[in-house]
């Protein structure tokens, strides 16, 4: 099972990087915002939770529960694809669920200033 994490800085190129490495190497690609719409269609309110986790509000034991149920349903998906032959995931949680998970590849994608500050503006 492989799996490669790749996590970005603003506007640092980390889908773009995902998507040509999961082609060279043959790999399916997932991305945060494939799994968090599949969370939402299981009733889980990512919304909630992302605003409760951005803004660190003190978390409720409900919507504790409902983070607890995202990052398992997230890690799951994302172990259930790498056993068809290893994925490339990027997204600001990968880093999170799968701790536990040996042999995963962690990738910070980093886009130099001038890079960020001209993709802002486009």
């Keep these: 099972m492989q799996i490669i994490c790749i996590s970005r800085y603003s506007y640092g ?38 605003t409760a986790i ?15 149920r995202f990052k398992a349903l997230i890690t799951a998906e994302i172990c259930d694809r790498a056993k068809r032959g290893g994925v490339v995931y990027h997204g600001r949680v990968g880093h999170k669920v799968l701790q536990g998970i040996p042999n995963v590849l962690r990738i ?9 500050i001209n993709r802002v503006i486009q």
């Design 13 to 50: 190129y980390g889908k773009e990087l995902a998507e040509e490495l999961a082609s060279a190497l043959g790999y399916e690609h997932v991305s945060r915002e494939e799994l968090t719409d599949q969370a939402a269609t299981q009733g889980i309110p990512v919304g909630k939770l992302e």
């Design 54 to 68: 951005l803004k660190q509000q003190l978390i409720k034991e409900d919507l504790s529960f409902e983070i607890e």
């Design 108 to 116: 910070r994608a980093i886009a130099n200033e001038e890079e960020r």
